[in-house]
């Protein structure tokens, strides 16, 4: 949450000339209203239900860069369907999060009494499932969005001749 998966994602697409995807924004569209409202009305095993789906769409019809909420990861079938794909994890600390987002409740997983602490819980959780799948894992403390996009083309020696 707050990695800037969306910005980097679309400037890798740009660089590779390729298209971009964004899952939640899929879901979004699909489901005509914001993930926070999902959330509320109708729970979050509900959203993960129309992530699955969402994940399992755009792998299936899309070849360009893809970007997938945080919680896709949680799904097995989701991470066996990422196995040898070109996978960036990226990667942030917690006070960078604070920096970047205020880990405010916009986000429906943190709209909790700490939500510091809670980003932090949930990342522990999911940590070793992100690098489980990914074939590189890139830091974007303190680094801009056209930092990291070069820092995932070099790891994933993507766009080299």
């Keep these: 949450m707050g990695v800037g998966k969306?910005?980097?994602g679309e400037l890798?697409?740009?660089?590779?000339?390729?298209?971009?995807?964004?899952?939640?924004?899929?879901?979004?569209?699909?489901?005509?209203?914001?993930?926070?409202?999902?959330?509320?009305?109708?729970?979050?095993?509900?959203?993960?239900?129309?992530?699955?789906?969402?994940?399992?769409?755009?792998?299936?019809?899309?070849?360009g860069v893809l970007s997938l909420g945080g919680g896709a990861i949680l799904d097995a079938s989701t991470r066996e369907l990422l196995g040898g794909l070109p996978v960036a994890y990226l990667s942030m600390e917690v006070a960078e999060a604070v920096r970047r987002t205020g880990l405010n409740v916009a986000r429906p997983l943190l709209a909790v009494v700490n939500p510091r602490q809670q980003w932090k819980q949930l990342m522990e959780e999911r940590r070793h499932l992100y690098t489980e799948v990914a074939r590189a894992v890139v830091a974007t403390d303190g680094r801009t969005p056209d930092e990291v996009a070069d820092a995932v083309l070099d790891a994933l020696e993507l766009g080299k001749a």
């Design 6 to 8: 969306s910005t980097v």
């Design 12 to 63: 890798l697409a740009q660089r590779l000339g390729a298209s971009y995807r964004d899952t939640d924004a899929d879901i979004i569209a699909a489901a005509g209203k914001e993930i926070s409202d999902i959330f509320l009305d109708e729970g979050e095993t509900h959203f993960r239900e129309l992530e699955r789906a969402a994940v399992r769409a755009a792998l299936a019809e899309h070849t």
